[in-house]
């Protein structure tokens, strides 16, 4: 047959050898454009992402073969029980106004999910059901680095998701595309410029401040994986209304060494994971100014953006925190990770916890320390809190697959444990409380019966 011809054929010793040569040339190509492109000189265009792509290839199969364990938590055996809420007797009733909008993985569904619940009587209000691979189907693919594999349905997660009146969602991933999407799902717009991550936080005027970052920066000299952090503004129709680069900031206000320190190069420097715009002046703060969580140095910053000034920095005793909120015209509060890498891996030490910082007397204390320790609260990386109006705190241990409601005095309300029918637990997705108003008149806009 013509195939054993072809495969038993004798072939020259020179011939060979030259294969050779032109196999180990094709190799050293392929592998000089994968370097080039990870490098972010990006001179092989639509051919080097995709030989990006080829060279990651082992991974993604493998990944995909294996059960994707992303979406664990941290100790996924930690909560004993059944999934959902945990309810202290007698706190059904207790009138506590205002919803919560508990974002997590549903580990039964598989998928991530996002439930309006009313927390008067922690009845459940509205689901949220967004399909990743439906709505990103058409979203830009071109960024070298991208892990496209969390973009599946089993593995995305919409992070901290921000309720609009109408009923529609602003959602995320981490370091991906920005959705808004309908009360029953649907895709109302996808902005794909720049990358998504970390908090949206409305700022009181009809937008909200999000983290995103630029691929490749603008910054010279730097490689396609250095992460620009960026402040950025949007309205709810998802026009940009300001956008400035944080490393830039930091250049221009003396502090250049916190990006480029020879000795503490990272392409993440700064790893910024929260923006608070502050929305009442106050005797240390103006309107408009915002608050900056930044976990690479464990430091919160107050940038003005009117005059591009950094108008007070703190380093600790927060710990790679994450979330600062504005208390009072005084007072700020900072939820610390309380997370160290003495360098056997990032460990809590003790517990994560709330700390309140005074501007006036320059004190930080932590007044639910001796709760949060009772139940054992910690969660290495991401988590955060909301206080009520009525002073109730909201804490999600998002490592943990836990949201926890206590009492202005501290006393256990509620949680929510977010286990799946093994009564293993799945991580969440930054939960967040709704305002009574809001949540009000989102309601009529909440019914998918009849669409």
Not at 30 to 54: E, N, P, Q
Not at 117 to 128: E, G, K, P, T
Not at 359 to 378: C, H, I
Not at 432 to 438: D, G, I, K, S, T
Request: proline share 5%.
């Amino acid at each position: 047959m013509w195939i054993e011809r072809l495969l038993f054929r004798k072939v020259e010793l020179w011939a060979v050898a030259l294969l050779l040569v032109l196999a180990a040339l094709l190799v050293i190509g392929l592998a000089a454009v994968v370097y080039d492109t990870t490098k972010g000189k990006a001179r092989f265009g639509a051919l080097g992402t995709a030989s990006v792509h080829l060279a990651r290839a082992p991974w993604t199969f493998e990944e995909m073969r294996n059960e994707d364990t992303r979406t664990l938590a941290l100790e996924p055996g930690r909560f004993d029980g059944p999934g959902g809420w945990w309810i202290e007797d007698g706190e059904v009733g207790a009138d506590i106004p205002g919803y919560v909008l508990v974002s997590r993985h549903d580990g039964d569904a598989g998928r991530h999910v996002i439930e309006m619940y009313d927390l008067s009587d922690f009845s459940l209000v509205h689901r949220w059901w967004p399909d990743a691979e439906t709505l990103l189907a058409d979203a830009r693919r071109d960024w070298a680095w991208m892990d496209y594999t969390g973009w599946r349905r089993s593995a995305w997660r919409a992070i901290h998701p921000l309720l609009l009146e109408n009923g529609d969602l602003i959602v995320k991933d981490h370091y991906s595309p920005l959705l808004r999407v309908s009360a029953c799902g649907d895709r109302v717009w996808l902005k794909d410029d720049v990358y998504y991550h970390h908090s949206t936080e409305p700022d009181g005027a009809g937008g909200f401040w999000i983290p995103t970052a630029a691929a490749p920066s603008d910054l010279p000299g730097v490689e396609e994986w250095f992460i620009d952090d960026t402040l950025t503004r949007m309205s709810h129709d998802g026009t940009v209304t300001f956008a400035r680069s944080l490393p830039e900031i930091f250049i221009e206000n003396g502090l250049r060494h916190r990006i480029f320190a020879a000795g503490l190069h990272a392409n993440d420097p700064l790893h910024l994971n929260d923006i608070e715009p502050v929305l009442a002046d106050g005797p240390f703060w103006r309107k408009g100014d915002l608050f900056l969580s930044l976990r690479r140095y464990s430091m919160i910053v107050l940038y003005r953006p009117g005059t591009d000034e950094i108008v007070w920095m703190q380093e600790g005793p927060w710990m790679d925190q994450h979330d600062v909120d504005v208390i009072d015209d005084h007072t700020i509060a900072v939820f610390n990770n309380n997370t160290a890498n003495t360098g056997r891996g990032a460990r809590v030490e003790g517990i994560s916890e709330v700390l309140f910082h005074d501007f006036e007397t320059g004190q930080t204390t932590s007044p639910f320390r001796e709760t949060l320790e009772t139940y054992a609260v910690r969660t290495p990386t991401e988590g955060l809190f909301d206080i009520l109006p009525s002073g109730h705190l909201l804490l999600e241990e998002e490592n943990a697959g836990r949201l926890l409601l206590f009492s202005p005095e501290g006393a256990f309300v509620a949680a929510f444990v977010n286990n799946d029918a093994a009564r293993a637990a799945h991580r969440m997705g930054w939960s967040r409380y709704v305002p009574e108003e809001l949540g009000q008149r989102a309601l009529p806009a909440l019914d998918c019966s009849s669409r």
